[in-house]
């Protein structure tokens, strides 16, 4: 997969940008606040169709402006060549209502399921550690934003999961103040136990291929997820129903996943979140970021395409033999490098094309 060229208007801090990318490998250099992350995030939108780092999606329009697009264009391993857009809104256009978020590829309107998936990306940049350290809806936020690229049954069943989590913690709340029937829980029960048994098989196949991935070869040192399932079933639901009732919210599910990282030693495995140091912590990320783009590139639908690969400022903090690592990792596919200063890139074999912002 490449991405040929990107157009931003109104995105961030690019009032009218467009960049041809002509290489394998991209290096951008900018000082702080020259918008190199911005960059690396409307990339990462085109393939997500969500902002790696905003919570209100909104704040990547400029400011002052009412409507952003980010525009690119690809071109795949069979030579077919696509345009795919997002347009941006804060829900109003000249005081009408419009949706926030529009999706076009080659000019045609689709919805987020079919846009998802045209373009895959994996961001990789310090601000993952919090992965690892923070709290496990941002993991679950992020098994999603990996899911939701190579499987698009995934994407639908996790639109439609939250879709009818919220009517039925809606209903669970109407039950306790409003003393509604129980009859109707049965078709959220059902849709909530359909699409959530979904996501989480998939979660489970991704946090298994992590498992097996071993990217230091020979560097005793290898990590390990453990995925803390939420099940829900009748028989969960059942065990709470009273619980559940008094809280107004549902206590099981998917929506209630954590994930907790180890580093695998002999004779027993240390909690990345608790007990280890933050160089230990990076290396974890950083394994499973690798494993990430191995899990991206062999998913059926995107073979033999490999996800592009963006990199914000990871070069400082890691020691050299890691960046050997990431080295060697960055010829495989499409890969967008960011530093504040040239010198800070390291050196490649292969041919580079330089942005400087
Ligand atoms: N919605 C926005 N409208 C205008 N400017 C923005 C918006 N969001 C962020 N910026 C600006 O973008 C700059 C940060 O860009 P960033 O990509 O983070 O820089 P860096 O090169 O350090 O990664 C800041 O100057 C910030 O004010
Ligand atoms: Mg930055």
């Given amino acids: 997969m490449l991405l040929n060229s990107i157009s931003l208007t109104h995105f961030r801090s690019f009032p009218k940008s467009h960049f041809d990318f002509d290489g394998q490998t991209i290096a ?16 990462y939108l085109l393939a997500s169709a969500k902002s790696f780092r905003a ?80 709290s496990p809806g941002l993991r679950r936020r992020y098994l999603d934003s990996v899911l939701i690229q190579t499987d698009r049954e995934y994407h639908r069943a996790l639109i439609s999961y939250e879709k009818g989590l919220r009517q039925r ?50 560097w005793q040192l290898s990590f390990l997820s453990r995925y803390d399932r939420s099940s829900i079933s009748e028989t969960r639901l059942q065990q709470y129903s009273q619980e559940e009732v008094a809280a107004g919210v549902t206590l099981v599910g998917p929506h209630r ?13 240390i909690d990345l979140s608790k007990f280890s140091s933050r160089g230990e912590q990076r290396l974890g990320v950083l394994w ?31 020691d050299h033999r890691h960046r050997e690592l990431v080295i060697t990792t960055i010829g495989k596919q499409q890969t967008f490098i960011t530093g504040a200063d040239d010198h800070l890139f390291p050196n490649f074999n292969s041919k580079i094309q330089l942005i400087r912002l």
Avoid: C
């Fill in 288 to 318: 499973l970021k690798l494993s990430e783009l191995e899990f991206l590139a062999s998913s059926q639908e995107s073979r033999p395409d490999r996800p592009v690969l963006l990199l914000d400022d990871i070069f400082s903090e890691l």
């Fill in 169 to 218: 913690n809606k209903l669970l709340e109407d039950i306790r103040e409003k003393g509604a029937s129980r009859h109707q829980l049965i078709f959220w029960n059902k849709l909530l136990i359909k699409n959530g048994n979904y996501l989480t098989n998939k979660r489970e196949e991704f946090l298994s291929f992590l498992n097996l991935f071993k990217p230091f070869l020979n």
């Fill in 28 to 43: 951008i250099s900018g000082l702080n606040g020259s918008g190199k992350t911005n960059l690396l995030e409307a990339i």
């Fill in 257 to 269: 996943d954590n994930v907790e990282f180890f580093l695998e030693r002999d004779d027993h495995n």
């Fill in 55 to 134: 919570d209100v999606e909104e704040e990547m329009i400029q400011e002052t402006q009412e409507v952003g697009h980010v525009k690119g264009k690809l071109y795949s391993h069979d030579h077919e060549k696509k345009e795919i857009e997002i347009v941006l809104t804060r829900g109003q256009v000249g005081g009408e209502k419009v949706s926030r978020k529009k999706f076009y590829v080659n000019g045609v309107s689709k919805q987020v399921t079919n846009f998802v998936g045209n373009l895959k990306a994996v961001i990789f940049g310090p601000w993952d550690l919090d992965l690892i350290t923070g």
